[in-house]
Nanobody, 126 residues
Framework: VQLQASGGGLVQTGGFLRISCVYSGRTSSSYALGWFRQAPGKEREFVAA????????YYTDSVKGRFTISRDNTKNTVYLQMNNLRPEDTAIYYCAARKILNSGRYFSASEEYSDWGQGTQVTVSS
């Protein structure tokens, strides 16, 4: 599956942003979807994940209560709503997908994903 992320930008501390990722290709299959981010000089880290059926979500501790992952399978799009943004949230955000058989599964490790988007830059000014 191909992934195209968009919606990044510059926002002030405490602000909000919603980034999107459209997936295309063999969308008749079930895919677990996730968001990762990579800040300058740091390794890529997990942010949020959601199962295909939307029943299960998982977040890294630093974004819990501030970020929300959601998806619209009719639009082949996964979203990441980011509220109360902090300078440490500054990074390139990547969406990722993995074909699955169990529609309720999600994954938090980058090596568990097979397909990646190109990333979208999110910058939070202090």
């Amino acid at each position: 599956v191909q992934l195209q992320a968009s919606g990044g930008g510059l926002v002030q501390t405490g602000g909000f942003l919603r980034i999107s990722c459209v997936y295309s290709g063999r969308t008749s299959s079930s895919y677990a979807l996730g968001w990762f981010r990579q800040a300058p000089g740091k390794e890529r880290e997990f942010v949020a994940a959601m199962s295909w059926n939307g029943a299960n979500t998982y977040y890294t501790d630093s974004v819990k209560g501030r970020f929300t992952i959601s998806r619209d399978n009719t639009k082949n799009t996964v979203y990441l709503q980011m509220n109360n943004l902090r300078p440490e949230d500054t990074a390139i955000y990547y969406c990722a997908a993995r074909k699955i058989l169990n529609s309720g599964r999600y994954f938090s490790a980058s090596e568990e994903y097979s397909d990646w988007g190109q990333g979208t830059q999110v910058t939070v000014s202090s």
